[in-house]
């Protein structure tokens, strides 16, 4: 599966962004998929997955103020994003690998498929 990231934008403090994670090739709907982050100098770093039997997963710094969703009639997986501050200011990757367990999903070395990135930066 090739997968699509696109949406990101420089914005100020307080707004908002929806990222969308287009994939082709494959049925998306076979696909766990989860968003990372990577900000200048620090490692990848989990933001959100949905799983195709279980409730999503959220990095506690994005709790409450992102929400991810997928529409597997468009193979698309979306990222809304709330309240964005300046630390949400990274390099933002989809992933999907479609045979992870929900306990390997924090870790990026654990999935096959990835988007090429979109930046988002929120200025203060």
């Known amino acids: 599966v090739q997968l699509q990231a696109s949406g990101g934008g420089l914005v100020q403090t307080g707004a908002s962004l929806r990222l969308s994670c287009a994939a082709s090739?494959?049925?998306?709907?076979?696909?766990?998929v989860a968003w990372f982050r990577q900000a200048p100098g620090k490692e990848r770093e989990f933001v959100a997955a949905?799983?195709?039997?279980?409730?999503?997963r959220y990095a506690d710094s994005v709790k409450g103020r992102f929400a991810i969703s997928r529409d597997n009639a468009k193979d698309t997986v979306y990222l809304q994003m709330s309240s964005l501050k300046p630390d949400d200011t990274a390099v933002y990757y989809c992933?999907?690998?479609?045979?992870?367990?929900?306990?390997?999903?924090?870790?990026?070395?654990?999935?096959?498929?990835w988007g090429q990135g979109t930046m988002v930066t929120v200025s203060s």
């Open positions: 949905i799983w195709r039997r279980s409730a999503p």
């Open positions: 090739g494959r049925p998306f709907s076979n696909y766990n």
């Open positions: 992933a999907a690998d479609p045979s992870l367990i929900l306990s390997s999903i924090y870790d990026p070395r654990q999935y096959d498929y």
